[in-house]
């Protein structure tokens, strides 16, 4: 059940990020500015932005099955209008399709977990689900020029759309509810009464706030990365490639930074530790000019700030409930991409006010900086363990 989950959660992630090292390709063949190719990237977080707590809410109410079937088939059904060479603007609307779809996938995650794991297993569970996303985002950055250099824009655009079929036809046959679990007590039918408890609670809203600058940061620098790193020397192959190097170590990451902090009891630290090992990495890897060090730096931070995530969703769940979980991790999701969606149209103003990127990297900086001191406030939802 989660294997399928890794499958569609990660495909979303990988149709957003096919254009990331690719803005431009897109702008050469298609005759738009940078900020217009752009677009391609900043449809889905914003998007989110309006359709999160809906599809939170959806799958509470309808179902995680419903949610992510619903997903993979509007998934499927764009990724074949992109193979259509019908300019830049029917590109936009399949990607504006598939960022439709993206929030009905991944908010469904912590349903599925809570719904199919016991109580020690969730967040070790939590991130072997966001581990199918990293890969999915490492899949689409780094695989995608490979593929337009070999087979065009088209042909590149087809592989992805069997992909896109193949997997909404194994999520409609496999994705269940769990017949034997402890079912929680239906969500309140009006949204808005789901979405008050959850509002009004302090630490709730500070998890936001975090959310929102580290997911933030995030999407800005992975739809950026290829205009940041090209004044070092890094055409949008390698770019590709850092990026997938990311997000590799994100996969590790998520693998054991989770199963560290499900032995320890501990959630906070973990979370601290994840933003300020971004805060370190991210200078020379902007900035560096020697490709080695851009991966390594790269990678590190892959593996320290990515885990967070899953990090960030065991606590909504924790603090939000079982009955609200999908809610809360809509509200969480919205909030990231809310930051997402700020803090890259930002990157781009700074950029177009100076003339390079420095700025924007300035911006980034500050985001984590922020995350940090907002993540040691955060509430420890985990239990320690007994001294022996």
Known sequence: MLGVFLLVAGLSQALWLNFAPLIGRVQADYGVDEDTAGLLLLVFPLLYVFL??????????????????????????????RV??????????????????QPFAVNGISKL????????????????????????????????????????????????????????????????SNPNAHQAPPAEPSIIANLRPLLTSRPLVLLFAVAALGLGYFNGMTAWIEPILAPNGIDAVRAGYVGGVLILGG??????????????GRRRPFIVVSVFAALLTLWPMCH??????VMVASALQGFFFLPAFALLLDVGSALAGEALAGAATGLLMLAG?????????????????????????????????????GAAMLPETGTPRAKA
Not at 52 to 81: E, H, N, Q, T, W
Not at 288 to 293: L, M, P
């Open 52 to 81: 999160s707590i809906p599809a939170g809410v959806l799958s509470d109410r309808k179902g995680y099955p419903f949610a992510i079937g619903l997903s993979a088939v509007l998934m499927a059904f764009s990724a074949c209008v």
């Open 84 to 101: 259509i060479d019908g300019g830049f603007y029917l590109l936009l609307a399949a990607q504006i399709g598939m960022a439709i779809a």
């Open 113 to 176: 977990v809570l719904d199919w794991f016991d109580a020690g297993e969730v967040v070790m569970a939590t991130g072997l689900g966001t581990a199918g996303m990293f890969i999915g985002m490492a899949l689409g950055l780094a695989t995608t020029p490979p593929m337009v250099e070999a087979w065009g824009m088209r042909g590149a655009m087809a592989a992805w759309a069997g992909i896109s079929v193949a997997v909404a036809v194994l999520s409609i046959l496999c994705i269940r």
């Open 251 to 264: 996969i590790v990451g998520a693998a054991a930074i989770p199963a560290i902090a499900e032995y320890t």
């Open 288 to 293: 560096s000019r020697d490709f080695t060090v």
């Open 337 to 373: 991409n809310g930051g997402g969606v700020v803090v890259m149209i930002a990157m781009v103003v700074m950029k177009q006010s100076t003339g390079n990127w420095e700025a924007a990297i300035g911006l980034m900086l500050a985001c984590l900086v922020v995350a940090g001191v």
